[in-house]
C-alpha cells in the first residue's frame, strides 16, 4: 500500500444504490405534471443516471421550458421522500469497509443535486465511508455534470486518484475528463455494452471484484 493516500470516486445512483423506483415514481409524476405521455420503460431506464434537466429533453423530447417545468415537480416530489426509497446494493458496505481499512480515502460523485445525495447516502448508513466528501449537482447551475462533480472531489483530495467506479457511460467520460480510468459495474443501470462501450477500464459484476479491479489500476 502506498503512504500516500489515495482516493476512489464512486458514482451513487445505480452504483452504491439502487435508486430505481424513487426515480422513477418522480419522473412519472414530472411528466404528469406537465401533461405529456408516462414515459415507457425504456425511457424510465435512460433517465436514471444523467442530470436532469437535460435528460428530460434528451430521452423524452421535450423542449427547454417543459423540462424546467418537470425539474421543478421532481424536486419537489423526489425532494420531499421518493428520494429516500433506495435499497443499498448487496455487498456494497464490504467493499467500502474493505477499501477505507486498506487506506483509501473515498468520496461520492454524483449529478445528482448535493443535498439530496448527502441525505440519501446518511440515509441508508453509508456517510461513515466517505471521509473524502459527497459532492453532487448545485441547484443554481454553477455545478452540473459528473465532469464538473469530479473535479470538486479531485480539488479537496489534492492527491493521487485511483479510479472513478461507476455504472453509466456518464461516468467513464467524467472520469475520463480528468483523465482518470473508470471501473464499470453491471450491477445499475448501464451494463456492460455501454460501459466497455464508452471505455471503461475494467468492467465487473460483484461489488468484490471491485478492490481487484482497482489494484490493477494503481
Ligand atoms: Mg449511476
Redesign the pocket.
Known sequence: MSAVTSLVCF?????LVDSGPGIIESVRRSAASVGIAEPDDEQLRAL??PPFPQAFRDVLGVDAATADAMMATYREVYGGGLMREVAVYDGVPDLLAELVARGDRLAVTTSKPRPFAHEVVTHVGLDKFFAGGVFGAEFDGSVEGKAAVVGLALAAHGGPVVALV???HH?VDGARAHGLPCVGVTW??GGREELLGAGAAAVVDTPAAVTTALDALR
Not at 458514482?11 to 452504483?15: K, P
Open positions: 458514482d451513487l445512483d445505480g452504483t436514471i443516471g461507476g455504472d453509466r461516468d445499475g443501470f
